[in-house]
């Protein structure tokens, strides 16, 4: 399975990024797709999530300001940032959990793409 993240890059605070992500590989179901992200100095945190049912889940920091969407037909998530501040400066990693066989039994199983860096200019 093979993640591939784009669109970060440098943005003026209160302006608007857009990051994608697309899965590609041997595949029966996407549980989840979801963007993390690391800010210097500190922990891996969950940003946005998005199941099969298309239910998203989002952190505090971004409720309101940020949208997980999906392209199912794609295999691809999207991470809509708006209203971008200093503090969501961070390196962006995309993240899926998927199942290779079928729904019988455990079977998932966690990738992760590259990390893009968001940076915003205050």
Known sequence: VQLQAS???????GGSLRLSCEVSGSIFHINFMGWYR????????????IKSDGAPTYADSVKGRFTIFRAHAENTA???MNSMKPEDIAVYYCGVQVRHGSFLGPDEHDYWGQ???VTVSS
């Open 115 to 117: 990390g893009t860096l």
């Open 38 to 49: 690391q800010a210097p100095g500190k922990q891996r945190e969950l940003v946005a999530l």
């Open 78 to 80: 999207y991470l809509q």
């Open 7 to 13: 669109g970060g890059g440098l943005v003026q605070a």
